[in-house]
């Protein structure tokens, strides 16, 4: 992406309209912002040689910009009934995250996040999972709170996250609805703290990247593909299933550490119902995740030679991927030891 100049002038555009949104005090300026972002990202998602590529771009664009509309419309209904555009607490809240939690693909608006994802490479894969959520949760944690309408949101989420991905195939799928699911814990620990969604969300970001970097130079879209990786080069496979169950929440890898940190910011809430679902729901998200790694490692360790796929990476490729891979395992160890330091 970054060897075509105009995907990369797209691509700073894209950043851009995310600064717009996160730094503006109103909500016509946050409005504006996700606009450039999206109009950013669809020429970055286009790709004339792939119809698969045109068909998910064009879906991205009409939800994108329904959602948009939609915003726009209860901005200027709330300028009217309400104070001039400003942030602040009112009845028309929930109305404005409606929208919002539509363009993170948070469930139950989230028909439109597997469809597209499957017609994308994985660049942009990594990018709609990650890039394109930090707007929209930003602006949503403005105006989060503890009640009935976002406790639906959150279970649903979480729900069809762990439902959605368990006879899923495609990798593409198995991440869009890990995705979902960890969107609903994202939200949890936004109404306890905002520094705790922010650090879920960087470390769910460098989980994501970890494993997309590893998957995107073996060309792998489908589980059975895993199955058959080069024996050659195991420590490949090992640190693709780490990462995976890092993202799954398997303690005791890094992915485990903001869960755990919103367990116990919801048990000392007395939020103990709620908390022993979602527990128990990533549970099952964390089975089909195992079932993946056991039947790799164990019950298929095989492979054919007509299904060996070169490994043409660098050592500066190879050091990244081990670099991000460690990142998973050993993170929450040293979390630990630091906090243990620290205090």
Known sequence: MLNNSTKTLFLMTLLLGMFITISSNSWLSAWMGL???????????????????????????LIQALASSTLLFIIISKSILENLFTFGISPMNFMVTIPLLMKTGAAPLHWWFPSVMEGLNWSNCFILMTVQKIAPLILISYLIDFNVFFMFIIMSSVLVGTVGGYNQISIRKILTYSSINHLGWMLTAMTISENLWALYFLIYSSLTLAIIYIIKPLQISFINQTFLLNNNNKIMKFLLFSSLLSLGGLPPFLGFLP????????????????????????????????????????????????????????????????????FSVLGMILCSILINFVN
Request: charged share 10%; no cysteine.
């Open 35 to 61: 606009e450039i972002n999206l109009l950013s990202f669809i020429p970055i998602m286009s790709n004339n040689k792939n119809i698969f590529t045109m068909e998910a771009s064009l879906k991205y664009f």
């Open 259 to 326: 869960k755990w940190m919103v367990i116990q910011s919801m048990i000392n809430n007395s939020s103990i119902l709620i908390m022993s679902v979602m527990v128990i729901l990533s549970l099952i998200t964390l089975y089909y995740y195992l079932r993946i790694s056991y039947s790799a490692f164990i019950i298929l360790s095989y492979e054919n030679s007509w299904n060996m796929i070169p490994d043409n990476s660098g050592v500066f490729s190879l050091s990244m991927t081990v670099m991000l891979s460690m």
